[in-house]
Structures are given as structure tokens and as C-alpha cells.
């Protein structure tokens, strides 16, 4: 669903779309020629939506309007009485197929983020930020490593150096691997 869809689903401006797929609110896959394109139920999920919003007359033109009612096999609508043909029958198949696929995807999402693989974007974002700023710390400690080199290559040359390098290169993956235990501990901490 592009985001003109998708605002028209929600009721919504597009630019008030555009502003919560830019904020990641609103998750994006790749579609044709390089589009963005969004997918409702996770969008809705993501928004903490759980209705179902399908407007028959608008996304199945070929279903009978809303207003109308079914009378002895004909619709009546403004006094008019026209025959149901199978264009409006499979209209609203189309409509109930779209709304279980909805509810479908609903109810996945919601069975994964209680199954715990799928995780608030807000949570996910914050734990990226910690892990960024352990790993900028360890490189920002490597110009302190610089005696180090020239050590290892005065006695032994390039070979030195290199084993030097992996040397640090271990204890740096070692430190952001601990950070980063310890940053998921802190964030099961808060979250009870």
C-alpha cells in the first residue's frame, strides 16, 4: 500500500503519514522500482491500532454501497431498485478476504511480540544508541595503543604489528561483546 493508501486508510493526511514513516513509526518495505510501500496491519500494529478499517464503497468498487440493503435478491438505494450480480457478490468476498488477511497479520504480530520476537521500536532504538556508544568508546581508546604498535614492530617488524592489531582487535570485540550483555541486563532491569 503506498502512503497515499495508507493515509486514506487511517483518514489521515499524507503528510501526516510521510512524517511517522520518516520518524519510523511507520515501517516501510521495498517495492517496485524502489518504492516505499506500507504494509497496513503491521503499520496499524506498530501504531497500537487493532480495528479494522475497510471502507467497501471506497477500496471495492464493485461492492454494493454501505447504505444500501439487500431485498429479495435486489438492492434498493435512493428508491431504485438494480439486480445483484456477481460483480457486487465478489466485491464483498474481496472485502471480507482483505479483512481476515488483516486480522491475520494482526494477530501474528501480536503472538510474536508476546513470544518475545518482536520488540518496541523505542526499545530497540535505545539499545542500538548504548551499543553505538560502547563501540565509539573503543575506538576512540585505540590512539592510546599507538606505544603498543610501535613495540611490537620494533621487535618484530610488520609480523609484530599485525599480531599486535589482532591482539586488539580481540580485546575490543571481548568489551563491546560484554557492553553489550550488560546493556541488554540494564534494559531487563528497567523494564521491571
Not at 599507538?146 to 618484530?156: E, L, Q, V
Amino acid at each position: 500500500m503506498t502512503q497515499v493508501e495508507y493515509a486514506r486508510h487511517r483518514g489521515v493526511s499524507k503528510q501526516a503519514v510521510g512524517k511517522m514513516v520518516s520518524s519510523g513509526k511507520i515501517p516501510t518495505v521495498a517495492g517496485p522500482q524502489g518504492r516505499k510501500l506500507i504494509d497496513p496491519a503491521e503499520a496499524d500494529f506498530r501504531l497500537g491500532e487493532n480495528r479494522e478499517r475497510i471502507d467497501v464503497g471506497r477500496d471495492y468498487p464493485d461492492a454494493p454501497p454501505p447504505q444500501a440493503s439487500a431485498i429479495g435478491g435486489e438492492i434498493a438505494k435512493d428508491g431504485a431498485r438494480a439486480q445483484v450480480g456477481p460483480s457486487s457478490s465478489s466485491g464483498l468476498t474481496a472485502a471480507k478476504t482483505v479483512t481476515e488477511e488483516y486480522r491475520s497479520k494482526i494477530a501474528k504480530l501480536e503472538f510474536e511480540e508476546r513470544m518475545g520476537r518482536l520488540l518496541p521500536l523505542e526499545d530497540v532504538q535505545r539499545a542500538m544508541e548504548r551499543c553505538a556508544e560502547s563501540m565509539l568508546r573503543g575506538i576512540d581508546q585505540l590512539p592510546t595503543k599507538a606505544d603498543d604498535i610501535a613495540t611490537a614492530f620494533s621487535r618484530s617488524g610488520v609480523a609484530g604489528v599485525r599480531d599486535a592489531l589482532k591482539v586488539m582487535a580481540r580485546d575490543l570485540k571481548t568489551n563491546l561483546s560484554e557492553n553489550m550483555r550488560l546493556t541488554a541486563e540494564a534494559e531487563e532491569e528497567e523494564d521491571e
